[in-house]
């Protein structure tokens, strides 16, 4: 067969064609295997995009919920231990607020925390306050109130309004508008005893009620309050805080290429670094803490889940590559007259495998066309239906949660090509060995 003719024609992407396309030239036969490859290849991808959309969408709400009540890093006191009770430290840093205009983060905060015990006329429990000031990042916040309203908060006046937990409220009977007490204890300003405290309280006003559906830690533990209440029950200077709340960027947390490969934890170590070296002096008594350090077991058991990408994706993979792999041999026999004829005629070897390689790549990218189409329309439908709820108890979701990357439909789409493509050269390959004479007589 003149290989000038087959080169400008392209004859084995023509025949490659006419087997999967051409009615006249495919039986009932050639019609279901090609169908059975193309539904197990669609399954396949839509199998492996809703992994990713599941699975890196509640690994980013979950991590979200906790930032935004907590910050992604914390910078506090180098010398306070690990109870509630915040080490004072000065308001005047040299990053703050200027770390904000670093493109690695987008806000920082002031915060103090507070032990002490809500009374009630029938109940008291022991919580912990956290005070805020004016900087309080309220548009990460405002999704977590479910009742009532944000905290009016002025550098130049007290507020007595408090934000407290749906738990916090449903186990004191608080409800919006409600007064209720707090008790503390507090150093006795003037003496110098280590162990001279007096019994204190304040009165707060129920301003809005919020829920995480996170760690019980937050959701049965936390009333935000004026930072004004703390400096004054503590005795703290005008100006001192508790620590400082940094939260991230958008475009650090961006997922790429960089941050697949880089884990978050080392992310957030070399960002704990970047502050240590840029920021804190020689000498300085701070510290700068990432949420792996202040809540390990969540942030190690969501990390977990990555692995679970990893493994659906290899499991998927083997099941589509044995798939194709079954199709192509079976079409391979099925076209064992042709494939005789072809090299009688003089088709090279090479030839008949490109046959075979074009049929696999059009089988393949079929299957990969519906599988986007599938996998995504039942993603945003989730997205914007949110019709499969989960149980916020067990999940600290109450939906299903979606995220759509172009990242990772980059990835599916091109492992599932490149790896079903270079397993599909093999049985071209059995096709290529078959003999002429054998083929035609074959039946």
């Known amino acids: 067969m003149n290989s000038y003719f087959c080169s ?26 090609a169908n059975i490859a193309i539904i197990g290849i669609s399954l396949g991808v839509t199998v492996m995009i809703l992994t990713f959309a599941v699975t890196t969408g509640f690994q980013k709400q979950v991590k979200e919920k906790i930032a935004s009540f907590s910050s992604d890093i914390v910078i506090s006191s180098n010398s306070g231990d690990f109870s509630f009770e915040s080490t004072p430290i000065s308001g005047k840093q040299n990053f703050y607020p200027h770390i904000s205009k670093d493109p690695a983060f987008s806000h920082v905060q002031v915060f103090a925390t507070k032990p002490g015990i809500i009374k009630t006329k029938e109940n008291m429990q022991g919580i912990v306050l956290k005070g805020i000031g004016s900087d309080f990042n309220w548009q990460l916040f405002n999704d977590n109130i479910k009742e009532g309203e944000k905290l009016n908060l002025s550098d130049s006046s007290k507020s007595k309004d408090a934000l407290i937990s749906l738990k916090i409220a449903q186990n004191l009977k608080l409800k919006i508008g409600d007064k209720f007490v707090i008790h503390f204890v507090s150093k006795a300003q003037g003496n110098e005893d280590l162990f001279a405290y ?3 309280k304040y009165a707060f006003f129920v301003k809005g009620i919020y829920e995480t559906g996170m760690l019980e830690e ?10 004004q209440h703390i400096r004054k029950i503590n005795g703290w200077q005008n100006g001192q805080v508790g620590g400082f709340e940094v939260f991230l960027s958008k475009n650090t947390l961006k997922q790429d290429i960089k941050n697949m490969l880089q884990p ?11 502050i240590f070296d840029d920021y804190f002096f020689l000498g300085s008594d701070l510290k700068a803490e990432s949420l792996y350090t202040r809540y390990p077991s969540m942030m190690n058991w969501l990390e977990y889940l990555s692995g679970l990408i990893s493994i659906v994706i290899v499991i998927i993979l083997i099941v589509s590559i044995i798939n194709m792999s079954s199709a192509l ?25 490109k046959i075979f390689v074009y049929q696999s790549a059009f089988l ?3 299957g990969i066309l519906w599988g986007n189409i599938i996998g995504l329309t039942l ?4 997205l914007y239906f949110k019709f499969i709820p989960m149980d916020p108890k067990m999940y600290y979701l109450d939906t299903v949660p979606i995220n759509i990357s172009v990242f990772h439909l980059l990835i599916v789409n091109g492992i599932t090509l490149v790896f079903c493509l270079l397993i599909m050269v093999l049985p071209s390959y059995l096709a ?6 054998k083929a035609i007589r074959f039946n």
């Open 8 to 33: 400008k024609l392209n004859l084995e992407f023509f025949i490659a064609k006419r087997i999967i396309l051409g009615k006249k030239h495919q039986s009932s036969l050639t019609k279901s295997i």
């Open 198 to 200: 007096k019994p204190t």
């Open 218 to 227: 937050i959701d049965n533990r936390f009333v935000l309050i004026d930072i």
């Open 264 to 274: 978050e934890e080392i992310l957030l170590e070399s960002l704990e670094r970047k």
């Open 329 to 353: 041999l079976i079409l391979i026999l099925e076209k064992t007259q042709m494939i005789g004829i072809l090299k009688g005629m003089g088709m090279a070897q090479n030839g008949i495998r």
């Open 364 to 366: 393949i990218g079929k």
């Open 379 to 382: 993603c945003f439908l989730q």
């Open 432 to 437: 290529a060995k078959i003999q002429p004479v």
